[in-house]
């Protein structure tokens, strides 16, 4: 009964907070373009028209066309799958491998830690955009490599999150009560450990998926994402940009759903720590 | 200070060696023969040995590793594996565009955002609050590239008063400047939107301590309060956390330079990776990772400078 009515308190803080419930909106719209784009899509995305060349945005064509005439709404409507796919799916990763890192580092101490912590450290003296473009390049282009380069820049940011609460909890009463009726060491980091970090890291990876997304984009933007012919928000982009002058629809209206998805995130992201975090409660 | 100065640096060295290593071993297993890239498709074997073995590829990956790091130390890149010209060069040429660009940028956002971040906190909850949020949150989502080409669409191609591409003569100021408008404003923009929130939560952070409620209970007026207690501590924050987004601004200023064809180490990067230029990627790695730990190390030497208390930590 009491963990209902906490749970109502913190539904009615959320109903109340508009800016999370606005970002929660964009959220939920976006990840069903994504889900559903193969059957919401107007136009196969794939399918070029030589006729309609760099048509404006006109009925058939709501966003326009783009140089091979395939149409931009529903190449959108793809690359959005793709973004969320990818970005979903490596915060997923990066929160299980870092967080896990970042725990067993904080609760080991000692060698373990010193040496996780600073490579993970030094991991993050590299500008993300620098990394992601380095592991690409070895790993060549595709998804899954993408996933693979994201996720590796999720890490040390989950390791972080993962390993001061750590650090603190480990000297608490309740742990070595644990410890004492003899819990094993992955008892004590599951069941004592991980619920009370649990809330933190999961509005973090709110956060983050954001910035997932706007990594995958990036890469794409740059050249070493998922390769054509499949349509990526940030490839359109920078394939519209060479038209920017005579058809500019193509990188504004791809990039506009870049923006929309990252700042959904990141208002719904941003109104949960504002809901999560205790100080707040007492101003 | 002296004693942390040094313990700060000494910090500093190894993560540059372990940042060199790492980009060494990524660079060695990247896919293609650096020898093979630079001939080309229809080389013979005996030449691609005999340019192996100019190049010192024959050697074993521990001589190589340490031939870089000597070559380091001496400021020598090496030479680009496409052109064998010497990066060092190259890198000396675009450095400053990347400079210019990323000073212009922390510049703008500091002068922008720190204001607005101490209004929004002072002024908590109410509607300017509430819109300046709105417009740093969505600053933030901004992807870089994004911003610079709706202001390149903007202000070089639908009103046509900056140029839109290239980084302008570096001697001559005025043209240098006109083609750092907008990169610079690109960047600006971002950093100011960064540097918004961070003031903001720095300053009610600031809010909530001992000696704010004191000034307060001893009778100083809200304008002292803020001026001579909260402002100083606060502000001591937002300086140190500037270089917490040196990785921010130095990634973002790859975007830019990419978006406005600019001159500058993350055109230079990209132009390496698309031409295989394992060399010169390397070298640009290098430096991209060593300007962020300078640039870290900086800011931690200054906030020990301010704040005694971080130097006996």
Redesign the interface.
């Known amino acids: 009964m009491k963990k209902n009515g906490k749970h109502r308190k913190i539904l009615t803080t959320f109903l109340k907070n508009r800016t999370s419930l606005i970002g929660a909106c964009i959220s939920v719209a976006m990840i069903f373009i994504a889900i559903f784009a193969p059957w919401i899509s107007p136009i196969d995305p794939l399918k070029q028209n030589v006729y309609y060349r760099l048509t404006p945005p006109e009925r058939g064509h709501l966003l326009g066309t783009d140089e091979y005439g395939r149409d931009v709404l529903s190449r959108i409507f793809t690359g959005t799958r793709i973004s969320f796919f990818v970005g979903i799916v490596s915060v997923i990763l990066g929160m299980v491998i870092g967080t896990g890192m970042g725990m067993l580092a904080g609760y080991a101490g000692g060698k373990v830690e010193t040496a996780l912590m600073r490579t993970l450290d030094i991991m993050m003296a590299f500008p993300d955009e620098v990394f992601g473009v380095m592991v690409m390049i070895v790993l060549g282009t595709g998804v899954e490599n993408v996933i693979i380069a994201i996720t590796v820049l999720m890490i040390p940011r989950f390791a972080r999150m993962g390993h001061a609460p750590t650090l603190a909890l480990k000297e608490q009463d309740y742990i070595a009560a644990a410890k004492s009726i003899g819990a094993s060491d992955s008892r004590v980091l599951m069941r004592h450990v991980l619920p009370n970090i649990f809330g933190d890291i999961l509005v973090m990876s709110t956060l983050w998926l954001g910035t997932a997304i706007r990594l995958e984009a990036s890469l794409s933007f740059l050249g070493v994402g998922v390769p054509p012919p499949t349509p990526t928000l940030g490839s359109m982009v920078r394939a519209g940009v060479d038209f920017m002058g005579v058809a500019p629809w193509v990188s504004v209206f791809a990039g506009l759903a870049i923006l929309v998805s990252i700042f959904g995130f990141n208002l719904l992201g941003d109104g949960l720590r504002d809901i999560t975090d205790p100080k707040l409660y007492a101003r | 200070m002296i004693a942390y100065t040094i313990r700060r640096i000494l910090i500093a060295v190894p993560?540059l060696i372990?940042?060199l290593t790492?980009?060494f071993i990524?660079v060695r297993?990247?896919?293609g023969d650096p020898a093979e890239v630079r001939l080309g498709d229809y080389a013979t074997k005996e030449s691609v040995e005999a340019l192996r073995k100019e190049m010192g590829l024959d050697k074993s990956m521990w001589a190589q590793y340490l031939e870089t790091l000597k070559g380091l130390l001496h400021g020598d890149f090496g030479r680009s594996m496409i052109n064998g010209r010497p990066i060092s060069e190259e890198i000396k040429r675009s450095l400053p565009y990347t400079v210019q660009l990323t000073l212009m940028g922390i510049i703008f956002g500091a002068i922008f955002g720190i204001p607005t971040g101490v209004y929004t906190a002072l002024k908590r909850n109410t509607l300017s609050d509430y819109i300046g949020?709105?417009l740093s949150?969505?600053g933030?989502?901004?992807?870089?590239?994004?911003l610079g080409?709706?202001l390149?669409?903007a202000f070089s191609?639908k009103i046509p008063i900056f140029p839109v591409v290239g980084g302008g003569d570096i001697h001559n100021l005025a043209d240098n400047l006109h083609h750092l408008a907008l990169p610079g404003l690109t960047l600006g923009l971002i950093m100011t939107a960064y540097v918004t929130r961070m003031a903001r939560s720095s300053v009610l952070n600031t809010l909530?301590e001992d000696y704010v409620r004191t000034a307060r209970a001893k009778g100083l007026t809200e304008r002292k309060v803020i001026y001579k207690h909260l402002l100083r501590n606060s502000l001591l924050a937002i300086t140190a956390l500037i270089g917490v987004y040196a990785?921010?601004l130095?990634?973002g200023s790859?975007?830019v330079e990419?978006?406005f064809s600019r001159p500058g180490l993350g055109k230079m990067?990209?132009g390496a990776?698309?031409q295989r230029d394992y060399t010169t990627?390397q070298a640009v790695?290098i430096i991209?990772?060593s300007l962020?730990?300078l640039i870290?190390l900086i800011t931690d030497l200054t906030y020990g400078l301010i704040d005694p208390r971080v130097r006996y930590k």
């Open positions: 993560t372990i940042v790492i980009t990524l297993i990247a896919p949020r709105t949150l969505g933030l989502s901004f992807p870089t590239f994004y080409i709706l390149m669409f191609i909530n990785i921010v130095i990634g790859v975007m990419i978006v990067m990209i990776l698309k990627l790695m991209f990772a962020v730990v870290n």
